[in-house]
């Protein structure tokens, strides 16, 4: 159960903006300092209006235009300032958590929502900013006007401020209830907002399965469910925030009544002038918009909190791949790797759970983040979560190509995985020329290693930004050279704009082919050591089979490759073919070695060439 709040969190992105924000509490505190004067100028203004004293009201009004300007003045220092370094807050924190979520491994994001990370991203944080921004920009000022009014209140006439009083513990239990029901109600909308999201992500992303499937009713209708889930919770924020200002608004109401009552009893006392109870009811008058004001950041902390809640929760979740200490740089090697004894397994609910909890993969003792005792990863019955390799070891030597074959779930593309630590194994030990792997950076690692996808993912960019991508700075002709080897040039110099050609988002602009041209070409200028392929043929027509088949052959000489391989015809020219099945390598050699055999291999293959 949740005894903090995570606001307290913020408190290391204010740091560094302390300066900003003690100049603009400067000028809070100058602008505060008007209000009571402000009260005392109403009731001298009211003063010299019944005496019929003009040249005194011209004085006072002189004096109020001096006062308002410089007032005006503190005011627009305390506005900038706190804009600025609430936004710079609101910045910082944006950056840290997207800097967060580039570390975490892999298995996160293929169960996190990506339309719940985007609101993440972009309203929680500004709703934080905001939260920064009303705090020192709104509440406090308007504390501080409380304090400054009601000190001048007493000053005027303690017993009545006193009575006025009266209501104040009562409107303070009140608002604090409503607070805590807003907070709830905020946590609720906060969520379905970001459902709401994340399904937009996942229908725009699938269009054409839904068009193709006729599926537009099945998603309206559906999508109306969410945004009716979304506008209940909502509307249950509104209908507190409704009702709380009706409560406070009537007891406010209350404490005016009572407050003229009192006035006219001390009035007819005499401890109270008439010019004096003006300047104190002129006082009553400025407390209100402070009040209003402050019960309403109340609730929209409250409201606030929810956004803080779900961003610190996601800092709170921990990379399970991370470098050890002292980790050093592997140098450039000759591709020569090893797998020992290679257990592994996911978590049952890998990697989130229900709730939106990250799961922790089982360590090599087996055991949970906290020292809990989990079920074994290769407990057969599947109970500490599902057996994917099991006790694999292979040795591929530098410049040998590896092709891995087998039914859907054997482990081919996990094993793969394994090698640039996408995941780490609870048992065994992956070595590159001799290194442990988990001995080394993860950046020297994964940059001798290039990765050529089933399908190819491109980003907004240009074509030459694309081919060089993850690299700051790289030279033009590199990219043309990396082109050439890839294919690729030819197609990318006739459009009017060659490599300076915009990709739209996903690479739609482009061919199958082209894409994946392009990401051998990617491939080409990192100049791995290690190369994975993922069956890069498979979704191509006969002719960009045969450009990219080409490219590919270009791309792998002279360097340790892994094909992760479903149509058979593609693995002929392997120096070795391992046959995959439940984690285990049941079958290991040559094309012709193992249609010789006459076993799994060559089952596979009379299966798919008798069609």
Not at 97 to 109: E, M, P, R, S
Not at 415 to 442: E, K, S
Request: glycine share 8%.
């Amino acid at each position: 159960m949740k005894t903090r709040s995570t606001y307290w969190q913020i408190l290391p992105y204010l740091r560094p903006q302390k300066q900003t924000i003690g100049k603009a509490l400067a000028c809070t505190v100058v602008f505060t300092i008007f209000w009571p004067i402000i009260a005392w100028l109403v009731g001298e203004t009211a003063k010299f209006i019944g005496k019929g004293d003009l040249k005194g009201f011209a004085q006072i009004a002189a004096l109020s235009a001096v006062i308002f300007l410089i007032r005006g003045t503190a005011q627009y220092g305390q506005d900038t300032l706190m804009a600025k370094a609430a936004l710079t807050i609101a910045l910082e924190i944006r950056k840290k958590v997207y800097a967060h979520l580039q570390k975490l491994n892999i298995g996160y994001f293929e169960t996190a929502k990506t339309g719940d990370l985007s609101y993440r991203l972009t309203e929680d944080i500004d709703r934080i900013g905001e939260v920064v921004n009303k705090f020192f920009h709104q509440f406090i000022p308007c504390v501080l006007q409380l304090i400054a009014v009601l000190g001048y209140m007493i000053y005027l006439n303690w017993q009545l401020t006193l009575g006025a009083l009266i209501i104040a513990p009562l409107m303070a239990i009140l608002i604090g209830w409503f607070g805590e029901r807003l907070l709830s109600y905020s946590r609720q909308s906060q969520n379905r907002i970001s459902d709401l999201s994340a399904l937009l992500t996942e229908v725009f992303s699938g269009i054409r399965l839904i068009k193709a499937f006729v599926a537009e009713d099945y998603e309206i209708a559906r999508f109306g469910e969410e945004a009716e889930q979304n506008r209940r919770a909502k509307y249950l924020s509104e209908r507190v925030k409704a009702l709380q200002f009706v409560v406070v608004g009537f007891l406010e109401a209350m404490s005016v009544i009572l407050l003229f009552f009192l006035g006219g009893w001390q009035i007819a006392r005499g401890n109270l002038t008439g010019t004096q109870f003006i300047s104190y009811i002129a006082g009553v008058a400025l407390l209100i918009d402070p009040i209003a004001i402050t019960t309403a950041n109340y609730g929209d902390f409250k409201q606030g909190e929810a956004s803080s809640d779900r961003i610190f929760e996601l800092l709170a979740i921990q990379p399970t791949v991370v470098e050890k200490p002292g980790a050093i740089e592997l140098p450039r090697v000759t591709g020569k790797v090893e797998y020992r004894n290679i257990n592994f397994a996911y978590p049952s609910q890998h990697p989130l759970d229900k709730h939106g909890k990250q799961l922790q993969p089982l360590d090599k003792g087996g055991q949970g983040k906290h020292g809990k005792q989990l079920q074994s990863p290769l407990d057969k019955g599947g109970q500490g979560g599902v057996p994917i390799l099991q006790n694999m070891s292979l040795l591929v030597l530098p410049g040998e190509m590896i092709a891995l074959v087998g039914a859907s779930g054997a482990g081919k593309t996990t094993l793969v995985n394994l090698l640039p630590r996408f995941y780490d194994p609870q048992a065994g030990q992956i070595l590159i020329d001799g290194i442990d792997i988990q001995d080394v950076t993860l950046n020297t690692l994964r940059r001798q290693i290039g990765i050529v996808p089933q399908e190819t993912i491109l980003f907004s960019g240009t074509i030459a930004q694309n081919i060089a991508f993850g690299q700051s700075y790289y030279e033009l002709k590199d990219v043309e050279k990396a082109a050439q080897i890839a294919n690729a040039h030819q197609f990318i110099t006739e459009f009017p704009d060659g490599y300076q050609t915009w990709v739209g988002e996903r690479g739609v602009n482009l061919s199958g082919g082209q894409k994946q041209r392009i990401a051998i070409a990617r491939a080409v200028l990192l100049a791995p050591r290690i190369l994975i392929l993922d069956e890069a043929t498979s979704a191509l027509d006969s002719e960009s089979e045969g450009l990219v088949q080409e490219a590919l052959e270009r791309l792998m000489r002279d360097r340790t490759v892994f094909i992760i391989a479903h149509r058979l015809a593609t693995v002929r020219r392997a120096d070795r073919i391992l046959v995959l099945e439940k984690g285990r390598i049941v079958e290991s050699g040559t094309h012709e070695e193992l249609l010789e055999k006459g076993d799994r291999y060559a089952g596979y293959y009379a299966q798919q060439f008798s069609q």
